[in-house]
């Protein structure tokens, strides 16, 4: 065991010293032309009049963007998916449980207090205690101990194993701010880029940190950010002018933002997977076979092939997708099937039966479109599913985990992160309320197991139970389509998320 995670952690002290060379990619990019100055300006979707940035209460996209371009995290996954140091400069474990970070010693924060072991563990501690409000609790909650070792270096003692742990510091919550910051409507990191105004639901403005850190990143002088939750209006914008970037381009307009010769489409492949929760705790989804029956009554190819232009690909009601190594491709792929869907609701005492659906595009642009689909392919099945549109603005604080059956989508994330914050009993974030016991104990078993291979096997097994009886129909894991302007550079396509990750403000430079 120590032998192998002493192989792991050597690896991610390589990667820790080597930071500027796996960055190259980018860098040798850059090289090319990377021009300082200009004007960012993004129309984006993803904000509501119920922002903040307190990270604790990081939900949507326009609070990460603005979160990670203020302030930086312990880790950062590159767009290949990459885990490299960001404010950890390196770290230790021989046994998975206890780790040792390293931090950096050249950085200060926005108001020249310079980035000390403290700022670290209070950052993390607050998304740790009974009394956090954190929607990350789950994921920092597996720390049982953490401690100031020196200056520049944090101990942490996890409750169990974990072997991809430091993955746990890429989460979009984890932001690290001074120590005993409260001011949120003012936020203060070590970021490339300073927080100038913050209206929720509406803009946002940032302007360059003349003396970041990393000297490869933050060539735009200054950012612009507009909410516009509007898939029509975002385009429009772009082709205007207004724009330079924006986020969830609409799929039946992707051909033809490809077809303009001053535009692209960054396209980055199967990043996010979209769910039709079923609650567990209330009726009538909290029975196995109605959740079932609304499995088989999703015709996903259709919603593929019509909604998605075949941009995806199809998802098995589990939040793993084919192209993760632990995917388990033994399970059945389900299909479109009236018949079962009806033997499902026959077993739950029901020859037909009417349910609410709760959509929105604060989930995705699609989402009305998608839930309209499965709408009218349920009643082959004799379900008939009463499509409800709910405003962008307020869904995430009004709809989702308070309606029996809604839209949601979530981000690549790792693995056993997916499982702990949407599945694990007592998550904050467990949107269905779904609690199973031997899932808990099998997920706590493989986050501890150090053999891939018997990783593998475990996690392919949490993947059959929740296809099985889980509360999640997931028709398709969608490609993110983001759309920019020619004289946009740097702009890489992430597994993480559209937006490069979340960091495209850093990442890019203007090309007059």
């Known amino acids: 065991m120590a032998n192998c995670i002493s192989s792991l952690t050597r ?23 990377p021009r300082k100055g200009g004007e960012l300006r993004l129309a984006m979707a993803g904000g509501s009049s119920d922002n903040s940035l307190d990270p604790r209460a990081f939900t949507q996209q326009m609070q990460r963007v603005v979160g990670v371009a203020v302030c930086n995290q312990l880790v950062e996954i590159l767009p290949d998916g990459t885990l490299v140091p960001e404010l950890a400069e390196r770290w230790e474990s021989d046994d998975a449980i206890n780790w040792t970070l390293h931090i950096r010693q050249d950085v200060s924060f926005h108001n020249g207090k310079t980035l000390e072991a403290d700022d670290v563990v209070y950052s993390i501690n607050l998304h740790r205690g009974e009394n956090t409000t954190s929607g990350a609790k789950s994921l920092f909650g597996v720390i049982a101990e953490i401690a100031v070792n020196g ?23 984890a932001m690290i701010v001074p120590k005993g910051f409260e001011d949120w409507t003012n936020l203060i990191g070590t970021g490339g880029y300073t927080l100038e105004s913050f209206e929720p639901g509406i803009r946002a403005t940032l302007n360059r940190n003349s003396n970041y850190w990393k ?3 933050a060539h735009v002088e200054r950012v612009d950010l507009t909410v516009v939750n509007d898939a029509t209006a975002r385009v429009a914008a772009l082709q205007s002018g207004h724009a330079d970037i924006i986020n969830q381009v609409d799929r039946k307009v992707a051909a033809f933002i490809g077809r303009n010769p001053s535009l692209e489409l960054v396209r980055s492949p199967g990043a996010v997977h979209w769910t039709f929760i079923c609650a567990f705790n209330a009726e009538p989804t909290s029975n196995n076979h109605v959740r079932q029956a609304l499995k088989y009554g999703c015709d996903r190819q259709a919603m593929l092939d019509v909604v998605m232009g075949g941009l ?9 997708s084919p192209d993760n190594p632990y995917f388990n491709g033994a399970l059945e792929q389900r299909s479109f099937d009236p018949d079962r869907a009806k033997f499902h609701l026959k077993e739950a005492g029901l020859a037909e039966f009417s349910l609410d659906l709760y959509t929105s595009d604060a989930a995705l642009p699609e989402a009305v479109s998608l839930s309209e689909v499965y709408q009218s392919k349920t009643v082959a099945a004799g379900i008939k599913l009463n499509v409800i ?42 949107e269905s309320y779904w609690s199973n016991d031997r899932f808990d104990k099998l997920l706590a078993e493989g986050k501890a197991t150090l053999d891939f291979d018997k990783r593998r096997e475990i996690y392919g097994e949490l993947q ?49």
């Open 151 to 173: 200056r520049y270096e944090v101990s942490l003692k996890l409750d169990s194993a974990n072997a991809e742990f430091m993955r746990t510091f890429a989460d979009y919550h």
């Open 215 to 217: 000297a490869d990143r």
């Open 11 to 33: 690896r991610g002290f390589l990667a820790g010293s080597a930071a500027a060379g796996l960055l190259m990619p980018f860098g040798a990019t850059w090289a090319a032309a």
């Open 312 to 320: 995806g690909a199809l998802g098995n009601d589990h939040p793993i």
């Open 464 to 512: 059959r139970i929740l296809h099985d009886e889980g509360p999640s129909v997931i028709p398709i894991f969608a490609d993110f389509l983001d759309a920019k302007s020619t004289r946009i550079k740097g702009f890489e396509p992430s597994g993480v998320s559209d937006l490069s990750g979340d960091r495209i403000i850093e990442r890019v430079w203007i090309e007059e």
């Open 389 to 430: 549109r709910r405003p962008a603005d307020g869904y995430w604080s009004d709809t989702w985990m308070k309606k029996p059956f809604a839209v949601s989508s979530w981000l690549n994330r790792p693995i056993d992160q997916t499982f702990s914050l949407i599945y694990g009993t007592g998550s904050a974030w467990n």
